[in-house]
């Protein structure tokens, strides 16, 4: 039987294959460029002299034996190239280490032997290994990087990270085990899930394990009773398991006891099957919440809706909860350029420095709501110490200016970059 197609297609998908590697290689050549350019970069503001001093408050970039770098250039790096400060702080942080504590590696992928994003893993991996140690394990895996799949090649920076120094290995295994954690957070999705990640102790993630498929089995038993339902899939199964473990924790032996109390805002337009909550800032389907609602040993709790646009005032320095709460719903984030921090965990700036004896936009020793915005603990600090200023245009709506004149608009639905050149000196 002859092949579908023939030789003109054979041919057709050879050439746009080869085409594809082409584009890669144009990409990755780009790729190390941008790197080169962010390490020359960051060379040139941490060798910036006294006079300099709009690039102070000084922070590690890097791991050790990098010189340090001024928080505030992190920061305009960040707005610059449109991320949010930890992504900008990792690829920095990555480029930084290369070139100080990774050479032979960095030499690999200017010569196109490795690709960056592979290199930036063994830096990230080794971020916390003293210089000696990473120049030790840089020497044996520069050679073979570009050989092995991503998981042999994290496997290999860790076996060379204990042979560098087997004494230190043991005491980062032992400090490791004050990192374990728990994170729950929202995915921003219209789906009304949350991510949750975690590292535990290996025994506790076993009986962890166990239990997730102990209760797994039981809702399996019990769709299998029930003709309505639906079956599951076992991911599914599992996943509600999680929640089951939890509200039978908190329930205790109290017997109908309130297990899930929820404080969270949903939003809803007429004739929309989709909700906006705040929780996680995610969006989930009206069913999704009534089914929160539904769960046994659920407390729903009403609380009156604030008018967002109604102005406020109080006699002081801190602001009352309702117009804190008032600048949470507003903004939903800090509001620096292109930072996602959640509004809830950030301070309330004033925008403009409260003074009890001279406040022009209200009588003398006055808070107004309106010049009130949620900044999260690192823009904060870089709004009060440094060059970064900004101004309040309206409700979700405001204008910054960078330490060297590049100005941004920030508003509730992102930032829009408004100046790409700084300002003449």
């Known amino acids: 039987m002859k092949p579908k197609g023939g030789a003109?297609?054979?041919?057709?998908?050879?050439a746009l294959l080869e085409g594809w590697?082409?584009?890669?290689?144009?990409?990755r050549r780009r790729e190390v460029k941008a790197l080169d350019k962010a390490i020359r970069w960051l060379t040139v503001v941490a060798d910036a002299g006294p006079s300099e001093q709009r690039y102070g408050l000084e922070m590690p970039v890097g791991g050790d034996g990098c010189p340090r770098i001024g928080e505030e250039a992190v920061a305009e790096f960040a707005a610059f190239a449109q991320?949010?400060?930890?992504?900008?702080?990792?690829?920095?942080?990555?480029?930084?280490?290369?070139?100080?504590?990774?050479?032979?590696?960095?030499?690999?992928?200017?010569?196109?032997?490795?690709?960056v994003w592979r290199a930036r893993q063994v830096?990230?991996?080794?971020?916390?290994?003293?210089?000696?140690?990473?120049?030790?394990?840089?020497e044996a895996i520069a050679p073979i990087a570009h050989r092995v799949g991503m998981a042999r090649l994290r496997r290999m920076v860790i076996f060379a990270e204990i042979l560098s120094d087997p004494d230190a290995a043991v005491a980062r295994a032992r400090a490791a085990a004050e990192g374990r954690a728990i994170s729950v957070s929202g995915t921003g999705q219209p789906d009304g899930l949350a991510d949750v990640f975690g590292r535990l102790d290996a025994a506790d993630a076993a009986d962890f394990e166990a239990a997730i498929q102990d209760v797994a089995a039981e809702l399996a038993d019990l769709d299998a009773t029930d003709p309505d339902s639906e079956p599951e899939s076992l991911d599914v199964r599992r996943a509600k398991a999680v929640g089951v473990i939890a509200r039978r924790h908190l329930a205790g032996e109290t017997p109908g006891a309130v297990t899930r109390v929820v404080h969270t805002y949903v939003h809803l337009t007429p004739d929309s099957p989709v909700a906006q909550v705040e929780a996680g800032n995610t969006l989930a389907p009206v069913e999704r919440v009534t089914e929160w609602c539904r769960t046994a040993g659920t407390k729903v709790i009403i609380r009156p809706v604030l008018d967002l646009a109604a102005p406020h005032t109080r006699d002081g320095y801190v602001p009352t909860e309702t117009m804190r709460e008032q600048a949470i719903l507003i903004n939903r984030t800090c509001v620096h350029p292109w930072c996602d921090r959640p509004a809830r965990a950030c301070d309330l700036d004033h925008i403009t420095p409260y003074n009890p004896n001279d406040n022009t936009d209200s009588p003398p020793g006055q808070t107004t709501s309106t010049n009130l915005a949620p900044l999260c603990r690192h823009h904060h600090r870089l709004k009060t110490h440094s060059g970064w200023q900004y101004q309040h245009l309206e409700p979700g709506l405001y204008l910054w200016t960078s330490p060297s004149g590049r100005t941004y608009l920030r508003t509730t639905t992102g930032t829009t970059t408004l100046s790409e050149l700084p300002r003449p000196v």
Do not use: C, H, I, N
């Not at 003109?8 to 050879?14: C, D, I, K, L, P």
């Not at 830096?123 to 840089?138: C, N, Q």
């Open 83 to 115: 991320m949010s400060p930890r992504a900008a702080l990792a690829y920095l942080a990555d480029a930084w280490d290369l070139a100080w504590r990774f050479p032979e590696t960095l030499a690999a992928v200017r010569e196109g032997r490795v690709e």
């Open 21 to 27: 590697r082409a584009d890669q290689a144009k990409a």
């Open 8 to 14: 003109g297609v054979t041919s057709s998908a050879e």
């Open 123 to 138: 830096a990230a991996t080794l971020r916390g290994v003293p210089a000696e140690g990473a120049r030790y394990v840089d």
